[in-house]
């Protein structure tokens, strides 16, 4: 007897992907709020999951780890040098990638413009969003060898596997995940049900043929990748980028990652030709305007192993309303409102008044301290409108006492400002690098209790040392410094000058 499909609703989690038979707030699982929604499903149907099938593969039977042949080359080259970089090497054979990023930033225009420029790889594109035409008239946009790269327009996941199997190519792309579906799942593409079933078929798919699989994903409103968090367990590796789309930068981020680092990106330019590869963002993210222009800082960031150069912008204003405004873009709102304090508190800087509005040039989200310095510095020369040389770049974090403390791999980041050709870079006086001793210059410790910064001229302002005399509030230290600056700012040559805390560093860069 035929068994009768019968429509029930049931509640998923987006989060962690569990259903419950009623709605609720928060989800038991995972502990999320407001993640459950409500899904139509299928019960009773002859119809079974696909995502257990055996597809041809090596031996399942299982073997110990030293009998494993691990020798070959299990990578393959996408022939794109940011790309294969942030893979860790190229893209691992049987791996799924998913890139996620939100619309019009790029991620058609990277998995169309990766076989367009590696005919080597034999590439089955998979559309679900396009036809064949409008992927046609992007290719010679794009330009490249387009000759071993086949375009297949189709949202039956099954069809998919079943045209890859037959075609073995090197490469699969599937643009996007939300518009596949599966014919064992009764529901609409894009549902928590749809992209769990289609997301393990191919993923089974991939592990067991070898060939990988890149997955393009949509993003939520709130900047996560759409659908259920399992999506994101599921799969190899996550990209993500980043970036105004408005603008001509893009950042591609490694989110996941299990055969590489994390800590790990890619600059791209959006161009008419496609995304060209940035190979060194850091002469493009420094300052780009005439000199003297108060309320502007370079930091010397490193994202994972690659230091970045770039500048932070501050406009300081007085209060229109009752309140203060604070805020921040690309920088943790939270994060300022720490360092405002640390500065009214520790060095006398009155602030409580006044609007600060913050900036990361090139659309860049900074979680890095060691950008604190460079914030803190960019914040007073706005407020007194006193610019800081372009050629000075900050790399340190900010303690809630006042003091500065340094930050990993200092030495990456002072022969980064040194290849950009900057002439000083300040550090924290505690950081300990492998540089030559005489091109260091140390700065005098924290002035005496009544003797602080707070007692300038300028009113509310507690920065004695800007009046035109140049004294630091009756401190001296400077004349003290142990030894002198390094004379020769060509390229590949810097000057490297330490700082104990706020104080310090407020005395040399606005006397």
């Known amino acids: 007897m035929a068994t009768v499909a019968k429509q029930k609703t049931v509640w998923f989690c987006t989060s962690c992907g569990n259903d419950y038979p009623k709605w609720m707030g928060r989800c038991p699982a995972c502990g999320e709020w407001n993640t459950i929604v409500e899904q139509k499903v299928v019960t009773g149907s002859a119809k079974k999951s696909t995502a257990g099938r055996v597809f041809s593969g090596p031996d399942r039977k299982p073997r110990k780890i030293s009998e494993i042949d691990s020798t070959g080359d299990e990578r393959l080259s996408l022939n794109n040098g940011e790309v294969d970089r942030l893979l860790g090497g190229g893209i691992v054979k049987g791996s799924l990638v998913l890139i996620g990023g939100e619309p019009g930033i790029g991620k058609s225009t990277l998995s169309l413009q990766i076989p367009l ?51 073995q190519p090197d490469l699969v792309v599937v643009d996007s995940v939300q518009t596949m579906y599966s014919d064992t799942v009764e529901s609409t593409p894009g549902s928590v049900s749809q992209v769990k079933e289609v997301a393990a078929i191919l993923l089974r798919f991939a592990k067991e043929t070898g060939i990988p699989v890149l997955l393009i994903g949509h993003i939520t409103k709130e900047g996560y990748i759409a659908g259920p968090k399992i999506l994101e367990h599921i799969v190899d590796v996550v990209l993500q980028f ?46 780009m305007h005439e000199e003297g222009l108060s309320g502007t800082a370079i930091a010397a960031m490193l994202d994972g192993t690659r230091p970045l150069l770039f500048e932070v912008q501050a406009l300081v204003s007085s209060a229109v309303y009752g309140t203060a405004q604070r805020s921040a873009t690309g920088f943790d709102v939270r994060r300022l409102n720490m360092l405002l304090a640390v500065l009214e508190r520790r060095a006398g800087f009155k602030l409580g008044q006044k609007d600060v509005f913050l900036n990361m040039a090139g659309g860049l989200r900074v979680t890095d301290p060691a950008c604190d310095l460079a914030v803190v510095c960019a914040v007073l020369s706005s407020n007194f409108d006193f610019p800081i040389s372009s050629d000075f770049c900050f790399a340190g974090e900010v303690g809630l006492s006042g003091e500065v403390r340094p930050v990993p791999q200092t030495d990456r980041r002072i022969s980064e400002a040194g290849r950009l050709g900057l002439s000083k870079i300040f550090v924290s006086s505690f950081s300990a690098f492998g540089r030559n001793p005489a091109e260091e210059k140390q700065l005098g410790p924290l002035p005496a209790a009544g003797s602080g910064l707070a007692s300038g001229t300028r009113s509310g302002s507690g920065l004695g040392s800007v009046s035109g005399s140049g004294s630091a509030g009756g401190s001296s230290s400077l004349d003290s410094t142990r030894s002198v600056a390094n004379p020769n700012s060509a390229r590949g040559h810097i000057e490297v000058v330490r700082v104990p805390d706020i104080p310090a560093l407020v005395r040399t860069l606005f006397k």
């Open 117 to 167: 420029h590696c005919p080597a790889l034999r590439t089955l594109y998979v559309s679900g969003e396009e036809s064949a035409r409008q992927i046609r008239m992007r290719a010679d946009r794009l330009g490249g060898d387009a000759s071993n790269c086949q375009v297949y327009c189709e949202t039956s996941v099954e069809n998919i596997v079943a045209e890859a199997m037959e075609i």
């Open 242 to 287: 980043e970036g105004d789309h408005r603008g001509s930068y893009r950042i591609l981020r490694s989110i996941k990652n299990r055969f590489g680092s994390t800590a790990e990106l890619a600059v791209f330019e959006m161009t008419g030709q496609g995304l060209r590869e940035v190979a060194n963002p850091s002469e493009l993210l420094i300052p």
